[in-house]
């Protein structure tokens, strides 16, 4: 996949040596890495929540629909007859907002908006997993729900949070949660579903098996979906998937009648 549809990089692999080797990790307090293209002269954040505390606000970009698997899905023999508009490929869109407060760059939020566009199962996760590992992450995780297009992208976009961060003066005081709030829930009103994975981001989320840092990486991460329970109103996902993080919460307009996530993946419609 090309650096223009996924301009992020989390580093997971360059991580692993030093979350094997060392018995606990030190926490972070500043910027998370992602955060360096941010920092590009010129970039510009057109867009606004406006004030929703008196000097808080939330300032953004967000790019166009980029499609995902148009290369990847000549991979699909029975497609290849077919013109490349009509090969299975799905549309996912970036945003990339600031907390400012009083002026000042005090947090950042980055989201990704997943538009399904009519995919079977296997063709999704075939998508997804063609990207990197965390896109791949994420299929996996909304395959647990049965049909995942009829079950979530039937009800509109999928909201992926991917990363949330702010000065730790702010956390007492609720200001980046009000505004986190006020940011996403006007999106979520239109969209079918959020999912998000909670983790302590120095350690990138993911522990390699047998690290020194297995056991204070469990005790943060249930410490963070916790936090997120409280603060998002997400809830955990059922069985191993949601023991690694994974929460979700539906749209407000859908809570009666969105079906919930299964404890084991369906990596086809037959599972």
Same mark, same amino acid.
């Given at each position: ?26 926490? /972070? ?206 809830? /955990? ?15 407000? /307009? ?18």
């Amino acid at each position: 996949m090309s650096d223009n549809v996924f301009p992020f990089d989390n580093g997971w692999w360059r991580l692993d040596k030093v979350l094997t080797a060392r018995r606990r990790l030190k926490r /972070r307090y500043g910027a998370p890495d992602w955060l360096e293209n941010e920092f590009a002269e010129g970039t510009a954040y057109p867009f606004t929540t406006g004030e929703v505390l008196p000097g808080c606000e939330i300032r953004f970009r967000r790019t166009g629909w980029r499609k995902v698997g148009y290369e990847q899905s000549l991979l699909f023999e029975k497609y290849k007859d077919e013109e490349p508009e009509n090969r299975p490929h799905l549309k996912v869109r970036f945003t990339v907002g600031w907390l400012y407060v009083g002026g000042e760059r005090l947090g950042c939020v980055r989201l990704e908006e997943y538009d399904l566009l009519n995919l079977y199962n296997a063709e999704f996760y075939d998508l997804m997993d063609e990207v990197d590992s965390e896109t791949e992450e994420l299929a996996v995780a909304l395959l647990h729900w049965p049909y995942v297009q009829m079950d979530v992208g039937d009800y509109g976009n999928v909201i992926h949070l991917s990363s949330v961060w702010q000065v730790p003066s702010l956390a007492k005081r609720r200001v980046g949660e009000i505004a986190l709030l006020s940011f996403i829930m006007p999106k979520l009103e239109k969209a079918s579903i959020l999912i998000l994975k909670a983790f302590p981001y120095e350690y990138a989320g993911r522990v390699p098996a047998g690290a020194k840092t297995a056991i204070g990486f469990g005790r943060r991460r249930q410490a963070m979906m916790r936090m997120a329970e409280r603060r998002l109103g997400v809830m /955990r996902m059922p069985g191993d998937i949601g023991e690694e993080g994974w929460m979700w919460r539906p749209s407000p /307009r859908l809570k009666a009648i969105m079906a919930m996530p299964t404890r084991e993946p369906h990596l086809s419609e037959d599972d």
